[in-house]
Every structure is written in C-alpha cells, then in structure tokens.
C-alpha cells in the first residue's frame, strides 16, 4: 500500500488491522469482547487480585499465537466472571437505551409543542412561523458543522447529545449498582473516552434529538393543519414586497424539490397584512405545505442525513477501538500473557555428575596415595594456583626454607610444574598449592590438583586466599559458598579438610603468619608464656573489670577497649578496618562530621555482630555484645587516630544511638555516667573485642568458627564473683579453637 | 527464516563457568526463572534454547551453555588431533568432536562447542572482576578455532573491582574490538540495546533482524515506561480521591475511620507495588527489606510516619505528620472553623485546615454535622517520590540479580521535586471527586460513571508527566551489588 493521507489512514486502518489479523488466523474481537475485557480489567483492579483460577493464562499461551490484546480479551472470555460482568454490561446498555428512547419521546412531544406554540392563534405571523419551527434548530445545526468542519471539534457537553447521554448513564448507575454493574458502566466510560467514540456518539444523539423534536413538529404541524383553520399573514418595516417575496421563494426551494405545493409571487403579495381580504383555502393549503415542507427539508432531512453519517462514524471508530494496554490492569497482563519467549532443552542427555565421580574415583586414604618411597625429602615448596600477587607479596614468608615454584597462569606453567616435580630425584616435604577465593573452582583446577597429588601423594596444604577482596567484590553469602565449593575440590582430589587453612594473604599478621608457618613445619602455633597478647588483655580485663560494679559507665568501658588496643597496635591497621571499614586516613576525615560517625558507628556494630556465627547471633546477650563491642571498638580506633576530634564529640550519646538502632529495645542516654551497660554485658563485649583483635587476619569464615568455639561457654550467672572463671573459660576455649584450626 | 521474512539468527551463549552467561539470558529474556543461576561451578550441565521474539515472531534464538571449565585440557585435547600442520582450526574441532574425549572427559565443553558450530554467532561473556588468566586466553583461541563471529560481553563492570581496562587490552591483542558491555546485576539503559548493536557490527547479513529487535527493544521500554507511568496514575488518582466522611461527635468512629483511610491506602500502595513488579517482571522476593521501605513484597516503612517523609525529604505540612492524623487531612465542612469538630479531633485540626477542602459538598456535609478525611498533599508527594523510585530501580535492575532491590536510602528521591510539585497540582481536580477512587469507601458515596472518561482523560494527563519525571531520573540508583563498603 503506498503512502496515505493522514485521513486516508484514519479511515482505512480498521479494515487493514482486520485484514492483517485475518492474514494471522486470528479471531475477529467484536467492540463487546473488548467492553468484557475493560470491564474485568476494572472489577480485577476494585478487587485487587486476579479471577484467575486454574491456569487459564498458561492454556492461551499455548494454543494462542495471538497479540497481546487478542490474548487479554480471550483470557477474559473465559473467566468465570465474564458471564456476569456480560450481563451486567447488557444491564447497562439496556438502562442507556431506555433513557435515550425516552428521551427522543420527549423530543417528539417537544416538538408537537413547539408547533402548536408557533401556531397559537389563527392568523399565523408567516416570519414568526419559520423562526420558530426553524430558527433555533438551524443556528444549532450551523454551529455544529461550524464547529465539525472549521475546527474538527464536536461539543463534548452542553450539547443535547451530550446531556442525554450523561443522563442516561446517570440513570443506568442508579438503577444498577452491584459491582459488576459498576465495573461494566466504567468500562463503557473508558471506551466513550476515547475521542473519535465519544465524538460521534454524541453527534449521533444529537441529531437523533434533533430528529425526533422534527418528527414531533411534523406530526403537530400535521395535526393542527387537519384539525384548524389558519390563515398566514407577513408585514415588513425593512423589505419591500419584492424583497420579501424573493425571500419566501429562496426558502421554497426545498419544499418543491421534494414536490410539495409553495406559494407563488401572487399569493405572497395577497398575504400581506395591509390586504384586507381573507385567503383562499387554496392559499392557505399552499402556505400550509410550504411549511410543513420547510421542516422536512431544513430540519428533519439534515439531521437525518448527519444522524446517519455520525452513526457510521461512530461504527468505524468503534470497530476501530482498540485496548489501551499501556492500562495497569492490561500492562501487567503482558508479563504473563506474552513471555519474552520460548525455552527448549536442546540437549539434556544425561550427565552423570563429574564431580561426584571424581569424589569416588580420588579420594583415597593417605597411606594408599603415597607415591612410591622417595629417596629423599626435600624442601617443602609453594605453588600459586592462578593467584594474583598477594598483599604480603609472592612468596608469602616463611622463617623456614621453602621453594618457590611461582604462581601458575596457563599450559605453559602447568607443564613447569609436572615437569619440575616428576623429574627431581627428591619429593618435597609438604606442598603448599595457594589459591585464590576469586577463582572459580572449576575442573581445570580440579585436573591439575589431582595431576599434582598423583605425583606426590596428598601431602599438599591449601591456602585459600583473598576472601576479604572476594566477600567485598562478590558479597559474604557467597563466600561462604566458595568456601564450601573449594573445600569440596580439594576432598574430590583427596586433600581432607583438615589440610585446606584459610589465610588472606592480602592481611598477614602475626597469627596468620605462624598459622602459615605451622603448615610447613608441620607443628602447632604456640601460645606460650606470659607475653602472649591475649594473656596480656585479658589480665586487664581480670584488673579492671574486678573493680566495676554492676552498672559500668561508658567512659569506663572505653578506656578498658583503649588499653587493650594499644596491645594490639602492631595490627591497628587491620582491626580498623575490621570494624570501621575504613582506612585510617579515611577516619581521620569521617570524624569532621557528627552524621558520618554516627553512620560509621552503626556499621561498626553491624560488622561485629556479622562477625558472630548464627548460633551466637541467635542470643540476645551475645548480639549486645557485638553491637557494642563494635561500637566502642570503632570509637576506640577513631580515638587512637584523632583523639582530640573525638574527643569533641557526643561520644556516649552516638555510640547509644547506634546501637538502639540496630537493637531498637535498648535505650540510650545523653550523659555519659548514666549511660552504661550491665556488668555481663560490658565484659562479654570487651572479651569479645578482645578475640577479635587477636584473631585479625584469619579469613571470616575461620574467626567465625573461633569465636563459636571459644564463646560456647556458660556464662549466664557472669558477676563479679564469676569474672576469672568466665575469662579463664574462655581462654582455654580460644587455644583449642585455634589448635582445630593449625590442625594440618 | 523467521515469520515475517526476517532472516532468523542463532547465538551461542559461551564463556567460562561462573562467569554469567545464564544471568545475561535471564535479563535478555526479562525471565528471573529461567535456568539456574548460582556462585558455584557448573550450574548449567545442558544446552538450553530460547527465542527471543519481536511482535510475536520469532527473530533469535539464544542457547546457554554449559561453561567452559577446562579450556587448558580442552586445547591440549583439539590440539592432539592435529595431523598436519595445515589442518584449520575448524578441522581440528570437528575432529575433536568425534573423539573419545569429547565423549568422555569434556563432554561439557564438547556440548558448547557443537552448539557454536550450529549457530551464527557466539556472545563470549566474561566476568570482568576475574583477572585475565591463561585458561581464557585458551578459551578464546578454541573459539577462534570454531571460525564463528564473537562477541566478547564484559559482565559486572560496574564492579569497583572489575578489570575492564585489562579484559579490553587482553581481547584486542586477539583481535576482538567489538566488546559489549553489560552488567547483569546493575543494567545500564542502553546496554542491551549496545549489545545488539555490537552483534549487528559483526553480522551484516542479519542487519534487518538486529535492527527489528533493538527497534522493538526500545518500543518496548518505552510502553514500560508508560504502563509503569499509568498504574502509579492509577494510585495517585484513588488515594487523591479518596475520602471517608466522619460524624464530628462520634470520636471512636473518627478515629476508627482514620484508621481505615490508612490501610487502604497502604493496601493500594502495596498493589500498586505489586504490579509494578509484575508489569517488570520480577518476583515479589526482589525487595529488600532495609532500607527502602519494602520489606520481603511488602512497603516496609509506614507511609504514614513522619521517618518515611524525612526519608525521602518530603516535607508535611505542620503537625500533619504527627500522631494520629500523619498524612490525613481533614476538610472541614463547616466554613473552615473547627467548631464542634475540634471537640472531636483535637489540635490537629487546626494543623491540616486549608489543604484542600471540598466546596461542592461542603454545605450538605455542614447541615450533617460531618467532616471529610483524605490524604493529604505531603503524604501524596511521598508517594510519587516512592512510587517512581521504585520504577526507576526495576529499570536499571537485571533479571539475573539476586540480591533484592535497595533504593537509595538516608537521602531524598531521586525523582526532581518541581516535577513532584506539578504532578500534585495536576491531581487537584480528583481531589473533589470521591466517586473517582476505586478504592472501597463506607461514605455512602455513590460512584458516577458519568464523570468516568474525566477519570480517564486526567490519568492518562497525569501518568504523561510520571513518564516525564521517569525518563528525567538518570542518576544511578545503589545497588546493594554495587555497594562495596
């Protein structure tokens, strides 16, 4: 089709929709299907949920291959409720037409009335007889095409049309007012809203009023001419006869094209007033018909005319109605009733589970796995496994002697290292393979792991490195599903859990240096003699905790964190971080506004609590603990890196407020010695701050399992009386949790 | 060739495992339940297929694949086929897939490649936070070897780890230049459409399927956009005129309905939210629940506290946001003084007077000794700004994020506040139209159907300029995925 005029397509375009959905197969939809679709749109929305029961949408999906609108008016079809809602719109209809039925009655009974208005008395004022029975529809009719012509408008109110209409809408939803009723006269407003629809529908009532008011002035006309004797008189200031005569013969024009009688210039110049004569029957059946032709021709036949052409636009815009889908109801109906698209297993040929199989194949007891007696042990060795340079840098350090074999990216490395360790004479040691938590632990790995511990049997530790950047990058939850899929790989290999140790090399510290240690010296990190840190705070704590009473203030409880953590300022950057989240530069600036260390506050105490494994988590003594060691313990830091800033601020009051917000029952206080905590919980939080100080550089998941461990004790009845039993408890646990954790 | 004579196309999803390529198809297919997506290794074992459609034709189909897990071994294994020097690299991957090897040890992998081969083209995804190692640079070259064009797609680049720099660099020295980009979790506006694009670069015989498609994408977002627009027009028009009429001397009734004027609108707020979801295609479950005031499906936050306003710097009027009446307001139906409805309501009266009283229905209600309680303009604003917040996310969210959507939180909307303030002037005339709201009233207000295409005409008006203030929200919302600290 080639190009159209914008008229030309607004008038062509049903036909051609039809046309290309016929070309689709797809059933024709009627303006009702779509009034029964509005309406179950709107009685869905009233409702606030679906009619939908039994899987209909899935069904239209399947056997449809219709567009969206053909699918919501099918899905309505067959809801149960569109046979209700469809009776309710017949409901409706019927109501509208009886009111514009009675309306047109009255049109014609206004009519009759005008009629006999216009012929009050006997002798008939043959101007005031046409301006009456046609002036004020003829300026109505003029305005109207005025208006549809020059401006494409048609009165929207104020017309006839549209105040029938409004009535009998009126009249339709006070008769009727279920909520089905309400929902189907909701949708027939949304369908007369649209603009064509309502344009020609009102005109079409217009012209119908109008009609009906002609017929009734006919029939009047008709009456009172039978019934009565008039005789029909003119009289002018302004025209002259000739005038006036010429005007009676321009308006008989009508009624003698369609073949009545009207008066010729003769009878004209025998009606006039000034003539004192009585007029003939003849003449005055002449004038009679001259008028009664006026009303046909001027009134009746161009309403007719405009009724039947607004009736067959209106038809066309009708047919031409489509769904509004951009609608609430319809929009959301595209999710479901029009999927994005079509899924298919192109190939789900059985896969037996290649991991599983390799679990059954290698994992082995050690004895078997050995290779067979070496001639000699060398040095314990350390590979990289697609690691990037960690913090601590490659190698990591050792005091002992290790050999390096380098960090391995690729075929060319992999043969490196087969290479190297098949042709010594000599096995190493131990083998410490490094890898990284950022790196999918997939089979590729897996084949070159088990190529390596089929060449040296499963002396092999893993380091599983870099958690902290992966748990940032990737998020906790799926750290802790790394975890378990690393774990996983090593066991398939035949690596027991017990020789996979969890150390970020990105934050080396002390501890995690001799637990890196130990995995090559094969002995366990010692906790020995007096100067061990954890000995050191916690006999602080034991001092200062020994003279509080059972409400400790919250200067108190500061500086108890302060003098522990300058026992571990050897890792102040580390624990900073652990509870802050920020460097020390970053707190430096943080604490110049009051909001920002609030912010930080709260998230210190979040991340401490985090710290905790779910089952202490599960206890509300211990998640008070947590929020506030991790509360104090970020003032804490924030006080060692700018004390006089700190000291400025409502410390007290922004350490209660942050843990209130997390742990909304607590409440907070605004002077410093009344707010405080219970002795049980100040110490708890103090010992926890404590372990977690000396536990920094473990990955999360390792200082969780310590402090599950270590802080499984029975601490309920914790007093004063209780302090060194509790502290000693703890203590004890702490070296088994780590013992578990050097365990090779 | 598709319906409608449009040259249908075939891309193989590939890439090495873990690194996205089956939340790429969810978000290309608008489908959070397609496939399964989770951090561990090979999660996807078959070859899947999915057709992308445009006006209900079938233009591309897509296949997911299983990962490539062992592309070191995988090489080594084509490699081994090699009998002459001048086999090509196609040769030597159909000749690897008639071998044992790919029956047996990368039977995974021999299911991707046999599925490159079928297709036309490949979309290579990578994740964009892993370092470039060796085993991709295997990958690639195995692909190479398969003689197919390739789109390389950088995955999670709005990672503040993601090494795209390097990804660039290592895929230009292969000669791969025509590198998409596309963040599965925090989607950028015209990612998908860029993706296409860079298909349609490197395959020209398919120009009039790729330009169908990104024309149909773009249409697509754009009726998104305006669905989404329509349902918040929808809730703005019933809660605006909404209104429940109370008798001034009965305090428990007054109370009673205040109460019931509230729930109904977080009712209507909560399915408005709903469809939303729906209308975007995501699950009830991808809300958050702190802190954007949506907790598990649910708004979290009341509306109606003075926090939810602070929250999105929406200012009530004075006293509005406190107690009882936070976000009513009372039209007062007898000549603006309290009168006996002071006795009633207290102080807070006083405070809500003047915004918005309902003149026509004033003098009835004065004879009746009544008053009228309705939302009032601050509480509406807090909507919009809710509302269209919400959309803005859905928009910029992937179907293969898993982490449930967290808006801004703290600060005030994104949604521009002039914006904000016309949009509620152009909800007045619902103001004084009760029988317009669809939520159910026990007024007694009967429903005029008369008035319904004015209903009709002012929402459509009304979720013009929502779309408006949609489109202008360009600023980035934060994604818990994008969070890093």
């Not at chain 1, 020059?150 to 017309?159: I, P, T």
């Not at chain 1, 998020?475 to 017990?498: F, K, M, P, S, Y």
């Amino acid at each position: 089709m080639g190009r159209l005029t914008p008229i030309a397509t607004r008038l062509l375009l049903p036909a051609r929709y039809d046309a290309v959905m016929q070309e689709r197969h797809l059933p024709a939809m009627s303006i009702d299907d779509r009034l029964i679709a509005e309406a179950v749109r709107i009685a869905e929305s009233v409702r606030g949920s679906s009619f939908e029961t039994g899987g209909i949408t899935d069904q239209i999906v399947a056997e449809s291959p219709a567009d969206l609108e053909h699918r919501i008016v099918e899905r309505a079809r067959r809801l149960d409720v569109s046979e209700p809602l469809g009776a309710s719109l017949r409901d409706v209809h019927t109501g509208i037409r009886t009111v514009i039925v009675l309306g047109l009655v009255v049109g014609l009974i206004l009519g009759g009335l005008a009629a006999r208005s216009a012929l009050a008395n006997h002798v008939a004022s043959i101007f005031s007889l046409i301006a009456g029975l046609l002036g004020v529809q003829t300026l109505m009719l003029l305005i109207w095409l005025v208006g549809t012509i020059a401006f494409g408008r048609v009165a929207r109110s104020g017309s006839i049309g549209a105040l029938l209409l409004r009535g009998a809408r009126t009249f339709a939803a006070k008769v009727h007012r279920s909520r089905n009723h309400a929902a189907a006269a909701e949708a027939l407003g949304c369908v007369l809203a649209g603009p064509r629809i309502a344009k020609w529908t009102i005109a079409s009532l217009t012209h119908a009023a109008w009609g009906s008011i002609n017929l009734g002035m006919l029939v009047g006309l008709a009456l009172l001419f039978i019934g009565q004797g008039y005789e029909f008189r003119w009289d002018s200031t302004w025209l002259t006869e000739s005038q006036y005569a010429a005007l009676i013969e321009t308006i008989a024009q009508g009624p003698r094209a369609i073949g009545l009688d009207a008066p010729d210039q003769s009878a004209i110049t025998a009606s006039r007033e000034t003539i004192d004569l009585p007029q003939s029957q003849d003449m005055r059946r002449t004038w009679s018909w001259m008028f009664f032709g006026s009303v046909i021709t001027y009134g009746l036949a161009p309403r007719l005319l405009l009724l039947l052409l607004s009736l067959g636009l209106r038809q066309h815009a009708l047919r031409g109605y489509r769904l509004d889908l951009s609608r609430p109801g319809f929009a959301r109906m595209r999710a479901i009733l029009m999927p994005a698209a079509t899924h298919e297993e192109v190939d789900a040929a059985e896969r037996p589970d290649s991991r599983s199989q390799v679990i059954s194949a290698t994992v082995p007891d050690d004895d078997q796995t050995q290779p067979a007696v070496p001639e000699a042990i060398g040095p314990p060795v350390i590979i990289g496994l697609e690691v990037r340079e960690p913090g601590c840098g490659w190698p990591p350090p050792f005091n002992s002697k290790v050999s390096d074999l380098g960090i391995v990216d690729g075929r060319d490395d992999q043969q490196r290292i087969v290479s190297t360790l098949n042709t010594g004479d000599v096995i190493p040691s131990v083998t410490v393979l490094v890898v990284d938590f950022s790196n999918t632990p997939d089979r590729g790995i897996e084949r070159f792991v088990n190529s390596i511990v089929e060449m040296i049997g499963v002396r092999i530790r893993i380091v599983l490195t870099g958690g902290r950047r992966y748990a940032e990058t990737n998020g906790a939850e799926t750290l802790a599903q790394r975890t378990v899929d690393w774990r996983a790989l090593t066991q398939r290999t035949g690596i027991t859990n017990n020789r996979v140790v969890e150390i970020d090399l990105d934050y080396l510290t002390a501890t995690t240096r001799r637990l890196l240690e130990s995995l090559i010296v094969d002995a366990r990190a010692t906790h020995e003699g007096p100067t061990r840190h954890l000995d050191l705070a916690f006999k602080i704590i034991h001092n200062t905790a020994g003279q509080w009473r059972d409400h400790v203030p919250q200067p108190a409880l500061l500086a108890l964190h302060g003098e522990i953590a300058k026992i571990y300022d050897h890792k102040r950057s580390s624990w900073t971080a652990a509870f802050t989240g920020l460097t020390p530069g970053g707190i430096a600036s943080i604490v110049e506004n009051p909001e920002s260390v609030r912010d930080t506050i709260t998230g210190a105490a979040q991340r401490a609590i985090n710290m905790l494994p779910p089952t202490l988590r599960a206890k509300p003594k211990w998640m008070a603990a947590g929020a506030l060691a991790g509360a104090v313990g970020c003032v804490t830091a924030a006080t060692l890196i700018s004390p006089i800033a700190i000291a400025a601020l409502p410390t007290w009051s922004l350490i209660g407020a942050a843990i209130a917000a997390i742990l909304p029952a607590r409440s907070s206080h605004s002077d410093p010695q009344e707010a405080g905590e219970n002795f049980a919980d100040a110490v708890r939080a103090v010992s926890l701050f404590t372990l977690i100080l000396e536990v920094q550089g473990l990955e999360q998941t390792a200082i969780s399992r310590i402090l599950e461990t270590t802080l499984t004790v029975d601490d309920d009845d914790l007093s004063r009386n209780a302090l060194e039993r509790f502290l000693n408890d703890v203590k004890h646990r702490f070296d088994i949790a780590i013992a578990q954790e050097l365990q090779p | 060739m598709s319906d409608g004579d449009l040259p249908k196309l075939s891309i193989a999803i590939v890439g090495h495992t873990n690194t996205g390529k089956t939340s790429l198809l969810r978000t290309l297919l608008r489908d959070v339940n397609f496939g399964d997506v989770s951090a561990s290794p090979g999660t996807t074992q078959a070859v899947v297929g999915c057709t992308l459609l445009v006006d209900g034709r079938k233009v591309v189909s897509l296949f997911d694949t299983p990962g490539l897990e062992d592309s070191i071994g995988l090489l080594d294994a084509i490699e081994q086929a090699r009998t002459d020097h001048r086999t090509d690299g196609l040769q030597l991957v159909e000749q690897f897939l008639h071998s044992d090897s790919a029956k047996e040890e990368f039977q995974q992998e021999a299911k991707t490649i046999r599925q490159i081969l079928q297709c036309e083209a490949a979309l290579y995804v990578i994740d964009a936070r892993e370092a470039v190692l060796g085993k991709n640079r295997d990958e690639l070259r195995i692909l190479a070897y398969c003689g197919r064009p390739v789109v390389p797609v950088l995955n999670f680049v709005a990672n503040k780890y993601a090494q795209t720099d390097e990804w660039r660099d290592q895929l230009a020295r292969v000669n791969m230049h025509a590198v998409a980009e596309f963040d599965t979790v925090a989607l950028e506006t015209d990612a998908e459409i860029h993706l296409f694009e860079k298909v349609l670069t490197l395959l020209d015989a398919y120009r009039p399927t790729m330009l169908a498609l990104i024309e149909s994408r773009k249409n697509e977002r754009a009726e998104l956009i305006l669905a989404s627009a329509h349902t918040i027009a929808d809730l703005l028009i019933d809660i605006s005129a909404l209104a429940m009429t109370v008798q001034v001397a009965d305090q428990d009734h007054t109370s009673g309905v205040m109460d019931q004027l509230k729930d109904s609108v977080r009712s209507a707020e909560q399915y408005a939210a709903t469809q939303l979801l729906e209308l975007h295609r995501f699950r009830e479950s991808d809300f958050s629940a702190r802190p954007i005031p949506i907790d598990d499906g649910k708004w979290g936050i009341d509306l109606f506290s003075s926090e939810a306003m602070q929250e999105y710097g929406v200012r009530g009027s004075a006293g509005a946001a406190a107690g009882a009446m936070a976000g009513l307001t009372l039209d007062i139906m007898l000549g603006g003084l309290s009168l006996g409805a002071g006795a009633a309501i207290g102080a807070a009266i006083g405070a809500t007077l003047g915004a918005g009283r309902l003149p026509g229905l004033q003098l009835l209600d004065k004879v009746r000794g009544r008053i009228r309680v309705r939302v009032d303009i601050a509480t509406l604003g807090l909507l919009i700004a809710r509302q269209t917040d919400l959309v803005h996310a859905l928009l910029r969210r992937g179907h293969a994020d898993r982490e449930p959507v967290n808006l801004r939180g703290g600060t005030s909307t994104n949604a521009p506040r002039d914006k904000i303030a016309q949009l509620l002037k152009q909800l007045r005339p619902a103001f004084a139209k009760p029988e317009w709201s669809h939520i159910p009233s026990d007024d007694g207000v009967p429903r005029q159907p008369g008035s319904v295409d004015r209903r009709e005409r002012l929402a459509a008006k009304v979720a013009d300029s929502i779309a408006h203030i949609i489109n202008d929200m360009d600023t980035p919302f934060d994604s818990v995925s994008q969070q890093s600290d």
